[in-house]
């Protein structure tokens, strides 16, 4: 990925959030925004105009909403089943459709061997690239799976559809999690409903899965870092967000983000503890749409982490690809 200075940053790996989907669509793209209004007009009775205004007063979360939506549609109907929710919004997520522009970032993640994680529930990016999907193909095949855009679940490593941390989509097999590219999903994937990171309860579930990993678990890389190989997090999309560079493209770190704050705000921890481990991150924006304000700049500065301003949208997730 080309900077606006026109260097690279080496072995570094990419945090994506929506932004990529919404960019380069008129309507504004695949929007989780308008998918959580839609499930809101549809299972709670909310409708958009209503949604619209309550999110525009900024006065409650994304995860917060969701649960609104919730126990909205209890109070419409004492016989909801809140397991539908999930499954419902997982199928409509798996709807979306990959643009150009994905493929181009896929593509050049794959030929320099760049690692994405993203926060995004879809699949879009898997889809976007040929070389992903003829690979999935052949291993989901030998796996002896029916669907086979399902992401791969390395061998040997206990599996959990509420917590699939070590599943990603990649082009060839991932011998390094480190080294090689993936594809890998924080806060859950779409073909498995459970594991979405939707509400409060789901990210402080979350939180308290990743607390462990980070202070409790075998081998832990900060404590015992000659223990490494036992880690219980080697080879998980936690490894890349803590041991990799990172460079954050379309995803605002904003206030409902809480987990993902926390995570870099114990990442940073960690890194003081072991400095010879420590790495930078980057948080990319665009001039015109600059709207990273005073609290978020002072938190993101404190974490060690530095900007970089594109000139356009198009500067972003075209041309640093190209």
């Known amino acids: 990925m080309t900077l606006p200075n026109g260097k690279t940053i080496p072995n570094a790996a990419l945090l994506l959030g929506n932004g990529i989907n919404r960019y380069g669509s008129p309507d504004g793209g695949n929007s989780w925004t308008d998918l959580l209004a839609d499930t ?8 958009h105009i209503e949604t619209d205004r309550i ?3 900024n ?11 919730q126990m909205r549609a209890f109070q419409r109907d004492n016989e909801f089943d809140y397991r539908t929710l999930k499954p419902h919004i997982s199928a409509r997520i798996g709807q979306w459709e990959s ?3 994905q493929q181009r970032v896929v593509d050049h993640c794959i030929e ?12 879009v990016l898997s889809r976007s690239s040929t070389a992903v999907q ?6 989901n095949k030998k796996r002896k799976k029916s ?27 991932v011998q390094d999690a480190l080294q090689d590219f993936a594809i890998w999903h924080i806060h859950g994937i779409h073909h498995y409903p459970r594991s979405l990171r939707l509400g409060l309860t789901d990210y402080i579930a979350m939180t308290d899965r990743a607390r462990e990993w980070l202070h409790r678990s075998t081998g832990n890389p900060f404590n015992q870092y000659d223990q490494y190989h ?27 983000e809480v987990g993902l704050r926390w995570l870099l705000i114990e990442r940073e921890k960690l890194h003081r503890r072991r400095p010879s481990l420590a790495q930078p991150f980057y948080f990319c924006t665009v001039r015109s749409l600059d709207t990273v304000g005073a609290g978020k700049q002072a938190l993101i500065e404190s974490l060690g982490g530095s900007f970089f301003k594109y000139s356009s949208l198009t500067a972003l997730y075209e041309d640093a690809f190209a």
């Open 55 to 57: 999110l525009a007063e």
């Open 134 to 139: 003829q690979y999935l193909a052949v291993a």
């Open 112 to 123: 320099n061997r760049i690692p994405i994680l993203t926060t995004n529930f879809d699949t």
């Open 147 to 173: 669907k086979r855009q399902f992401p791969i679940i390395p061998q040997g490593i206990p599996f959990t559809d509420h917590y699939p941390w070590y599943s990603h989509y990649s082009a060839e097999k």
């Open 40 to 47: 809101a007009d549809e299972v709670a009775g909310l409708p």
């Open 230 to 256: 036992k880690w219980r997090g080697r080879g998980s999309w936690l490894e890349v967000f803590l041991m990799k560079p990172l460079i954050i493209v379309g995803l605002a770190l904003e206030s409902s």
């Open 99 to 101: 643009q150009n522009h």
């Open 59 to 69: 006065t409650i979360s994304y995860p917060e909403f969701y649960d609104t939506v």
